[in-house]
């Protein structure tokens, strides 16, 4: 049995070609595909039968030795047999495409509406708000980027580091988040936060918004007000249902799902409208990023680059399907949509476990 760690992972992807299976797997939804954890894709070539766990604990970074706050690993199995074929560590392929998502959306809502992108607000420097400065700096070109954090630390460490790796985008580390928020053609919230951190009054208009974190909640992060005054997008609409429906219960309307954007079936809003993509991660934007590296018979490394030989393959170290985060647990659900794969519309859920 193989195993794939992050490291391996990292050393085959690239930005190109994930922001291309991100965009390409929002709009094949539509297909009656499983979004669950466990979950199955059904396709000639990006076909996978996989289950990824997740946990996440908030206090792992405070340990003596610190520890990642989220991690993953991902079982892949074979669609005929069902026989394991690999465990993969799924942290990297999971803040890849995360972050990917985010450019699509931001390519889709906001550049597609001929505007300029020119300052990005992103608060929240952890994981999630690290790997996103990198992948809006790698592409929109920024001529600035903010950093907010709770602890102005470490947005002012991160900020020093990005701009050693980085000459052509000024990052720069703002103490007050409402100072970052101002005049910011796109903004990402990366946060754990339980009240908004981003007020309808602070944001400019036609600015483009990707809602990321929030944890459990999902949209702690923006006020009330924000989310009734724009146009909110979501990755998935079954899932948006179970996960947000606290917002609909406030009248907040849902304009629809990113992938009909993209295919041209739905809209795009108006340029002076504020928008909001929700991220709440769908399981078949990890299969196209992640299931085009393994076969029966030859190990295919993402997006073309295959060998016939399994045991020459290792220096490629290929990855599979991920699913993406969910809140509660149902083990009656969680069975069931283990037997029945195939159907449609099943969303992925995540152990609350307690260590």
Not at 299 to 325: C, E, K, Y
Request: glycine letters at 6%; charged letters at 20%.
């Amino acid at each position: 049995m193989l195993f794939i760690n992050d490291q391996e992972v990292l050393n085959v992807l690239n930005w190109e070609e994930t922001f291309e299976a991100i965009e390409t797997a929002m709009i094949i939804d539509g297909d009656g595909l499983l979004l669950t954890m466990p979950g199955y894709l059904e396709d000639n070539k990006y076909g996978a039968l996989a289950c990824k766990l997740v946990t996440a604990f908030n206090n792992n970074d405070k340990l003596e030795k610190p520890l990642p706050v989220i991690n993953a690993n991902i079982a892949l199995f074979d669609q005929q047999t069902g026989l394991l074929n690999a465990v993969i560590a799924g942290t990297e392929i999971t803040k890849w495409r995360t972050a990917a998502a985010s450019a699509v959306a931001t390519k889709q809502l906001f550049l597609n509406n001929s505007k300029e992108c020119k300052i990005l607000a992103l608060l929240g420097c952890g994981v999630q708000g690290k790997i996103h400065a990198e992948a809006f700096h790698h592409f929109f070109g920024f001529t600035e980027i903010r950093l907010w954090n709770r602890t102005t630390e470490k947005a002012r460490e991160m900020a020093n580091e990005l701009n050693r790796k980085f000459s052509t985008t000024k990052f720069k580390c703002v103490p007050k988040n409402e100072e970052c928020v101002k005049d910011a053609d796109v903004i990402v919230t990366a946060t754990f936060a339980t009240s908004p951190i981003v007020e309808f009054e602070w944001v400019k208009e036609g600015a483009h918004i990707n809602a990321v974190g929030a944890g459990t909640t999902h949209h702690s992060e923006l006020s009330e007000k924000l989310y009734m005054n724009s146009d909110v997008y979501v990755d998935h609409w079954a899932g948006a249902k179970q996960e947000l429906s606290g917002l609909e219960e406030l009248g907040v309307k849902f304009k629809g799902e990113m992938g009909n954007v993209i295919a041209g079936d739905l809209p795009r809003s108006a340029p002076n409208r504020i928008t909001v993509f929700q991220s709440l991660g769908k399981c078949p934007r990890k299969v196209f990023v992640d299931e085009e590296r393994q076969n029966v018979n030859t190990i295919s490394i993402l997006f073309g680059h295959s060998v016939t030989n399994p045991l020459d393959a290792r220096s490629l170290f290929p990855t599979p399907l991920v699913s993406d985060r969910g809140t509660g647990i149902d083990n009656t659900i969680v069975d069931r949509a283990s037997v029945q794969y195939k159907k449609a519309n099943a969303y992925c859920y995540c152990l609350p476990l307690h260590n």
